[in-house]
């Protein structure tokens, strides 16, 4: 059975076209989510990242100074490795940190219907990707209105995060995924095609097989995706040259190894 995190994304997926709502780089498929309780270093753990991955900053706990400074100095740290920089719930009163590759709404927010909030994070948000939380159908939904590149799921496994949750599972995400992406976007929203779906919740080296076929575009953590060793699984055949001459190489698939 493939082991590598492409197999993880169902055919047709539109991880391959959200580029397009931001730029041409495509998003990250492996993201590392900030926690003020569970991740006291996010700037170490951001540092064992792979590159090309991202870093989503939340710490809904500090004040909105303390999460801008925190992106600012993750985007600093992080540019050379071409690793993007998501935040979290942007505070009004503070300008959006240079460098900043998108936004990222949590679902408590969306769902209380917060109109003239979410409005201002679209605006900043052009040119980045938007980003949702979700841990529901309708989250899904309201996230696709609202025109997101990603949609975060949780949670997958039973986590700290969510102390006595059972988990979706892989079977009942795989399904809340297979909806969404059969769903017509309504009229008149911004939503296009379906988002890619992230994976958090639980997620480890024996977790992360069990996704495989689900039709998930990545995977996320928080305290053990930066202890989990990641290796490079090879690259597919390049793709035919294009009419400027030049060959198209698919990026490096991402493997974990075992502990």
């Not at 409005?119 to 609202?146: E, N």
């Not at 928080?222 to 060959?247: C, F, H, Q, V």
Request: glycine fraction near 10%; hydrophobic fraction near 45%; proline fraction near 9%.
């Amino acid at each position: 059975m493939p082991r590598t995190l492409v197999h993880f994304i169902a055919k047709g997926s539109p991880l391959s076209r959200l580029g397009s709502r931001r730029s041409a780089a495509a998003p990250p498929r492996l993201l590392l989510m900030t926690d003020d309780q569970r991740l006291a270093d996010p700037l170490g753990a951001a540092d064992r990242l792979p590159p090309k991955a991202g870093v989503i900053v939340r710490h809904y706990a500090c004040a909105g100074a303390v999460r801008h400074g925190l992106a600012r100095a993750l985007i600093a740290r992080l540019r050379a490795r071409r690793i993007a920089v998501i935040l979290a719930a942007p505070s009004p009163a503070h300008a959006l940190p240079a460098g900043l590759a998108g936004l990222h709404l949590p679902d408590k927010l969306a769902a209380h219907g917060l109109l003239a909030r979410l409005l201002l994070w679209r605006r900043a948000a052009r040119g980045r990707w938007l980003c949702a939380a979700a841990h529901d159908a309708p989250a899904m939904i309201r996230a696709r209105r609202l025109g997101c590149a990603l949609i975060v799921l949780s949670p997958l496994f039973p986590t700290a995060s969510h102390p006595g949750a059972r988990g979706l599972g892989a079977r009942r995400a795989a399904l809340l995924i297979h909806r969404l992406a059969a769903r017509r976007a309504p009229a008149g929203s911004r939503a296009g095609k379906a988002p890619a779906v992230i994976a958090l919740g639980g997620i480890s080296t024996l977790s992360f097989r069990r996704l495989a076929g689900c039709g998930f575009g990545g995977i996320a953590g928080i305290s053990a995706l930066p202890g989990m060793k990641w290796r490079r699984s090879g690259r597919e055949k390049p793709k035919p040259r294009t009419g400027d001459g030049k060959s198209r190489r698919p990026p490096v698939c991402l493997s974990p190894l075992s502990a």
